[in-house]
């Protein structure tokens, strides 16, 4: 059963117990620990894989805190350079990769996009994924290097002008889809984490809550927490808000069996330090932030481990 208290249970070294707010590894190990020991043997088309079905994560934003794990390192600045791409309305994973950014190389591989019916595209072009969706949404899809300037929604920056708007900002309806049906044949890999609502609370207390459809444990979901918590902090910071809180579900939870040794070393390893971010300057348009003008500090955690990345 999961806990679903945003406490955890600790005993004092008289024997006592108390409570304490839960970490980003404390979410996270009960995370790994539940699919490893409650998972079910499944089959997926890129191999065997432990799954359980629904879950769900908070963590606490407040005062500029990160939630990454810090029992292995997190690639954060791999993690932001695609989250930059995404705003960008990149699809193009030879700009990410030469950026040192090669986690969609697999998938923007001739192969790869053979395997999927888009020989038609050229090496690279993922067509319209999570960039396309998020600042063209509906748009007709050409290739990675048509200008879509002015076509289809721009879902992110409707999400940022409504957010600057002190009357309209307490709206239900901030939501930014990735899952675009009519197209998902055409995109190299579908969406895992199709859906994301801004809520803000108290006039400018910024909340975030996405959904993940297929959530791989290892590599994936540590990654996608990141991205999204950084993402909702360079919102608050560019619409004057304060982030307080990100609040993730994941439909289909699994570990791929060449992970679950790895995981389990991860299980045993010491606690680190979550750090905290901060910005260089404002920016006019969403558009112009860099790597630079986010500011990581006090990540302290421990060394890296190595898990196959499974395309």
């Known amino acids: 059963m999961w806990n679903l208290s945003p406490f955890a249970l600790d005993k004092d070294i008289k024997g006592g117990c108390y409570f304490r707010e839960m970490s980003v590894d404390d979410e996270y ?24 079905i629904g879950a769900s994560m908070r963590f606490d934003l407040t005062g500029g805190k990160l939630p990454f794990i810090t029992k292995k390192r997190l690639a954060w600045k791999t993690c932001l350079r695609e989250l930059l791409w995404f705003i960008s309305g ?3 994973s030879n700009i990410l990769s030469a950026d ?3 986690i969609w190389d697999a998938n923007g591989s001739r192969d790869f996009l053979d395997g999927r019916g888009l020989k038609y595209r050229r090496q690279g072009d993922l067509g319209p994924i999570y960039g396309h969706q998020w600042r063209h949404y509906g748009a007709s899809y050409n290739q990675s290097d048509t200008d879509y300037t002015g076509k289809g929604i721009d879902q992110l920056q409707t999400i940022i002008e409504t957010l600057k708007d002190p009357i309209q900002r307490n709206s239900r309806r901030m939501v930014m889809s990735a899952w675009s049906a009519s197209q998902l044949d055409e995109m190299a890999l579908p969406p895992c984490h199709v859906l994301v609502q801004f809520h803000v609370t108290e006039g400018n207390k910024l909340h975030c809550s996405f959904y993940q459809r297929s959530g791989d444990v290892g590599l994936g979901i540590p990654f996608n927490i990141g991205s999204y918590a950084m993402l909702t902090h360079l919102l608050a910071y560019h619409c004057g808000l304060e982030a307080v809180e990100l609040y993730h579900t994941i439909g289909n939870v699994h570990i791929y069996e060449q992970h679950v040794d790895g995981l389990r070393e991860y299980l045993g390893r010491d606690v680190g330090v979550t750090p905290t971010i901060s910005f260089r300057e404002k920016k006019e348009i969403i558009d112009n932030y860099r790597e630079e003008d986010f500011l990581v500090a006090g990540y302290s955690h421990g060394p890296t481990l190595k898990l196959t990345m499974i395309a």
């Open 29 to 52: 190990d009960r995370l790994v620990r539940d699919v490893l020991d409650n998972g079910s043997h499944e089959t997926s088309r890129n191999g065997k894989v432990r799954v359980r």
């Open 90 to 92: 990149g699809t193009d």
């Open 100 to 102: 040192g950014c090669k």
